[in-house]
């Protein structure tokens, strides 16, 4: 039985700049296809759009995503967010600053309630994430 739960993120024409956005953000090797490559549409507007892409990062995280068909609605809402945690704080505090150039936060990443650093951003392609820090119980 597998155990594997990766987040697949859509997009409305710009899966390649976001892709290629988390590739810088967290590293490792991005491989995208497009509707052209795969023969997946008629419609020579989706021709360079991607039909699926993949990031595999080396601490084995993968992030897929694609372009939603132009046929296709795309619902831009906030009911997911993607959460990145444990104890390298120089890794997480990477990704959070990179995250974060050209887009918002909502909450800073600082002490939590619990103890850990904690903080909420969205990116600039619209995508949620929470970082969370592990600290140890005595700083």
Known sequence: ?????????????????????????????????????MHASDDPSEAEKIMHASLTTDNGFVLMGSDTPNSMELDEGSSYSI??????????????????????????L?????GDLFGMLTDRFGTSWMVSIE?????
Do not use: K
């Open 110 to 114: 600082e002490r939590a309630p619990w």
């Open 83 to 108: 959460s990145l945690s444990g104890t390298d704080a120089e890794e997480l505090r990477g990704y959070w600053d990179r995250l974060l150039d050209g887009g918002t936060m909502q909450l800073p």
């Open 135 to 139: 600290t140890p119980e005595d700083s």
């Open 1 to 37: 039985m597998s155990s594997l739960m990766n987040p697949y993120l859509s997009f409305r024409d710009n899966a390649a700049e976001a892709m290629s956005f988390y590739q810088h953000v967290f590293g490792g090797t991005l491989e995208m296809t497009s509707f052209a490559e």
